[in-house]
Structure formats: structure tokens, C-alpha cells
């Protein structure tokens, strides 16, 4: 949930892709919750990312329409080249208005940067076929000790000029506000959080982990300053490696709420 950077988020598919196997868990955790009798002819997966999760869906229903939805030309690059029966798209998934009512709405880890959760969660709902679900893993990430870190060092430093108006991911609403506003259209609403304890492994693992994803407003906001750029980073790497140490055997634990949810209109 941020307000629209002055200049759009610059996404890179290589550090992204760096956890994919940890990034990955929760998505097919979601998959894996699908209901057993959806047998879809439309279905979007909304801020797709480099494509994986939607050529998977294509693979898990091979007689859908599967459509992929993202912002960003640098990870839709790799979509494109990884699977062409899906259809890619750029866009908004603000401004998303398909044409046909869809069968499946998927999205992991994408509307957490989408702005407005009040307006977009019903929104979502009213493009849904009849029995069509909506399917969400979205990160529980403000409140967590990296997220404080990576904002509190933003104000500490010759940097904090640049990156004071740059908005970053806003905490979600509660589970139970998700629940009504989905509870007038939908039915089989089931919401649930999980904390991953994603064991990740290199230099400044927490630090690097963050670069792919929480830190990429602040990335493209620096990007043109690559003296703060660098004093942020290190200051911010030092944080982390306080905060998460490594451990004897190369491993730094990180701690990793995230909110669930399904949803079926009726
Ligand atoms: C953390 S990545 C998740 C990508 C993919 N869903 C996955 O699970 O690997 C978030 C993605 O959402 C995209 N995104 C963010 N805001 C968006 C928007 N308003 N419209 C479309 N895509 C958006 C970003 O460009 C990025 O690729």
C-alpha cells in the first residue's frame, strides 16, 4: 500500500530471483488451498513478477485462459521469454478492468504495494465469476524488525533528505477488515498468517533478501546518488547484522509474518 513514487519502482529480476526458493514457499502454500473442484476458464495472476506462479497455474489448468498482470517492463522481460501460452500484460492492478468476469484472481506478494485495500478488496471481488476465487498472500511486513530498521536508518543520514516522501509499504489492514469487505460478494472467506523462518544463506543475507523487494522505492530513489546510496546500505547492513546475526553454520534466520487469503464469490 504506498502512494505513487514520483519515479516508478525499479524492479531487478536477478536480486529477486536470488530467494526464490524461499520466496516461493508461501505462493505454493496458496496454491496448494485452491478448492478442489475450480475448474477455471479465465484466470489472472496479478503483479506475476517474472511469470512462474502463472505459467504453474497454466500448467495446473491447462484449458484456462491464463493472463499475467505486472507493473514493471524488467520483470515482465523474463515472463515473456519463460512461457508464451500466457498472455503477459503492463499495467496497473489499480486500473485492472477485465474484460470478462474471471474464474481465478491470484496474487502473491504483489498487492501489498498497491495502494487503497478498502477500495481494492471489493473491487477485486466484483471482477469474479459466480464461485470464481480470489486467492492472496500478502507479507505482514511493516511492523517487523527489518522493516522498522530499513525506515528508521532512512532517517538517519545524509540520505534521509531523499528518501523522507519516498513511501514504502504500508501495513495492512486487519484480517477481520479483509473479511468484511469481502464478506458482502464472497463466501468460504478463509484467512490465516503463517511466520516463515526463512533460513537464508550468504553475506548480509537480511540485507541482500530486503534489496530484492522493500527496498527497491528507496533503491530507485537513490539510484542517481551512489555515495548515499552506498552509506545507506551499509548503514543499513550493519542494523541488520546486529539485529540477525549469522549463525555458526552460514545461516541467518529471518522471521517473516505473512497473511493469507481465499475468497469465492457466490
Ligand atoms: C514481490 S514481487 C512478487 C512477484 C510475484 N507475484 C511472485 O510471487 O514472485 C511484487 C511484484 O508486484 C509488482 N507490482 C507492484 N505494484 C504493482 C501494480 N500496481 N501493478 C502491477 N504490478 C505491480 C512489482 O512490479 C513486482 O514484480
Given at each position: 500500500m504506498t502512494a505513487a513514487p514520483s519515479a516508478p519502482v525499479r524492479w531487478d529480476p536477478d536480486t529477486y530471483g536470488r530467494f526464490e526458493a524461499e520466496r516461493d514457499r508461501a505462493a505454493l502454500d496458496l496454491l496448494v488451498r485452491?478448492?478442489?473442484d475450480l475448474d477455471p476458464r479465465a484466470i489472472w495472476d496479478l503483479?506475476?513478477?517474472?511469470g512462474h506462479h502463472a505459467s504453474l497455474l497454466k500448467r495446473r489448468y491447462p484449458r484456462a485462459e491464463v493472463h499475467g498482470l505486472e507493473q514493471s517492463a524488467d520483470m515482465l522481460a523474463g515472463a515473456g521469454a519463460r512461457d508464451d501460452t500466457v498472455r503477459w500484460h503492463q499495467g496497473d492492478i489499480a486500473a485492472w478492468a477485465p474484460e470478462r468476469p474471471v474464474d481465478l484472481i491470484f496474487a502473491n506478494?504483489?498487492?501489498?504495494?498497491?495502494?487503497d485495500h478498502e477500495g481494492l478488496f471489493p473491487r477485486l471481488a466484483d471482477q469474479?465469476?459466480?464461485r470464481g476465487v480470489l486467492a492472496v498472500q500478502m507479507p505482514?511486513?511493516?511492523?517487523?524488525r527489518h522493516h522498522t530498521l530499513m525506515r528508521d536508518v532512512a532517517t538517519e543520514g545524509p540520505w534521509a533528505g531523499v528518501l523522507r516522501d519516498v513511501p514504502t509499504i504500508a501495513p495492512l489492514l486487519s484480517a477481520e477488515t479483509y473479511y468484511d469487505r469481502l464478506a458482502g460478494t464472497c463466501a468460504d472467506i478463509d484467512l490465516w498468517s503463517t511466520t516463515y523462518l526463512h533460513a537464508l544463506t550468504g553475506e548480509a543475507a537480511v540485507l541482500q533478501w530486503m534489496s530484492g523487494t522493500a527496498l527497491r522505492p528507496y533503491l530507485t530513489a537513490l539510484a542517481g546518488s551512489p555515495e548515499l546510496r552506498r552509506g545507506y546500505l551499509d548503514a543499513l547492513g550493519e542494523a541488520l547484522s546486529r539485529a540477525f546475526p549469522k549463525r555458526p553454520d552460514g545461516v541467518t534466520l529471518l522471521p517473516f509474518p505473512r497473511l493469507f487469503l481465499l475468497a469465492r464469490a457466490r
Open positions: 485452491l478448492p478442489d503483479g506475476c513478477g517474472d506478494a504483489a498487492l501489498q504495494w498497491v495502494d469474479l465469476a459466480p505482514m511486513a511493516f511492523e517487523t
